[in-house]
């Protein structure tokens, strides 16, 4: 039996299904294997009263210490958490919080290994608990924790520390690999391992059907992710502009919304964008059917879980070359990669509306991220672990 502490600050909760829901995935499957005991520890960050009862901050607050969530004990412990000022204090002050915690699950029944799920601040603390408990810890990368906190002049250095001291890393995708080596980690050290996708939720329907549940006429546009600047929905309002017989639907939530709105209103296209704020699974799975084409021209990106699930909907995507997009696209003809100008994004939004590619052959490029193929993996990785530990 292989025991594991999962660490995760990024993880689904009752206030936030969608939140970290990949790593909910994959944790899920994990524990179903019946030669893995696991339990989570996800950390709730919160300021210093009182403001932790304003925004979005105040909810939080009664979330459950302890739970059970698909059979799976979940502790969320929280720590002090000082916004904007405090983020190199971050690890320190979640470190101390926890500590009591894993230290009791720790004797009440010794765990083997230690798998945190992001770099920051999961991974900083994970060394910490690893060094305490005398266990090994691995550490996974995503994408935005290499990409933006790796190079931070007062995170950096700490995730450059846990990373070159972590006993196994992570990658979701090969380039993310490329990524962490240049950042100086350890590339022997680093395995790829790729996300998953529900192929029962997310597969092909009829287009027309689900378009006409939706009460969309005509092409349709989709964007998936956080609206934050990083995923650059922006250029798809402008692209928008060109294509007059299309609509676009923002699917997320974020601290752009009210920005995307206004630059929509600006470009004249106010009446065929719409946001959906942040949907369930299923409801992706609705508009990734029903729409033309996926786009998501983002600055970075690890392996952007949208991309898979648009393939595996039957539904091209136009997506900027970063991260894992190469390994997913290939050669096929199922997607674009786009230069981040608007005018580019116009012409392969325009090629995919009107030249739509089999639906098949794109539901094929996401067949092998099963989330069953993403758990083997996973256990394999951190059993080699304990075993190497003795």
């Not at 550490?139 to 995730?159: E, L, S």
Request: one cysteine or more; aromatic letters at 6%.
């Amino acid at each position: 039996m292989l025991r594991v502490l999962t660490l995760s600050t990024l993880f689904p909760d009752a206030v936030r299904p969608g939140f970290g829901v990949f790593v909910g995935h994959q944790t899920k499957h994990l524990a179903k294997r019946p030669d893995v005991d696991l339990t989570v520890i996800a950390p709730l960050g919160l300021p210093p009263a009182p403001l932790d009862r304003f925004g979005r901050y105040a909810p939080l607050r009664h979330l459950p210490l302890l739970e059970r969530w698909e059979g799976i004990a979940i502790h969320r412990p929280r720590f002090p958490l000082w916004p904007i000022v405090g983020a190199r204090l971050t690890p320190g002050f979640m470190a101390r919080a926890i500590m009591p915690l894993v230290k009791q699950l720790h004797q009440e029944k010794p765990f083997d290994v230690i798998d945190a799920e992001f770099f920051w601040p999961d991974g900083p603390v994970a060394l910490r608990l690893s060094q305490t408990l005398g266990i090994p810890f691995s550490i996974k990368a995503r994408g935005a924790d290499i990409h933006y906190w790796g190079k931070r002049h007062d995170t950096g250095p700490q995730v450059l520390q846990a990373g070159m001291k972590a006993d196994g890393l992570l990658a979701v995708s090969a380039a993310l690999r490329d990524d962490m080596a240049a950042l100086g980690l350890e590339r022997d050290k680093i395995r790829v391992h790729y996300t998953g996708v529900d192929l029962a939720t997310f597969q092909p329907v009829d287009r027309d059907l689900a378009k006409k549940a939706l009460g969309i006429n005509g092409p349709l546009i989709i964007t998936v992710g956080a609206l934050i600047p990083r995923k650059r929905q922006s250029l798809v309002i402008q692209a928008l502009a060109q294509l007059p017989d299309a609509r676009l639907a923002l699917i997320g939530k974020g601290p752009d919304a009210d920005r995307l709105q206004r630059q929509a209103a600006a470009n004249g296209v106010a009446e065929r964008v719409q946001l959906t704020g942040a949907i369930g699974q299923n409801e992706i799975a609705r508009w990734l059917s029903a729409a033309d084409v996926m786009c998501l021209p983002s600055a970075s990106e690890g392996l952007a879980n949208a991309w898979v699930e648009a393939l595996a909907c039957g539904t091209p995507i136009v997506v900027t070359d970063v991260g894992g997009a190469r390994e997913i696209l290939g050669d096929s003809h199922a997607g674009r990669l786009v230069a981040p100008e608007a005018d580019a994004i116009a012409s392969a939004l325009r090629l995919m509306i009107d030249t739509p590619p089999d639906r098949a052959s794109a539901r094929a490029l996401a067949a092998p991220f099963t989330w069953e193929r993403n758990s083997e993996v996973l256990y394999q990785h951190l059993a080699d672990l304990v075993n190497r530990a003795g």
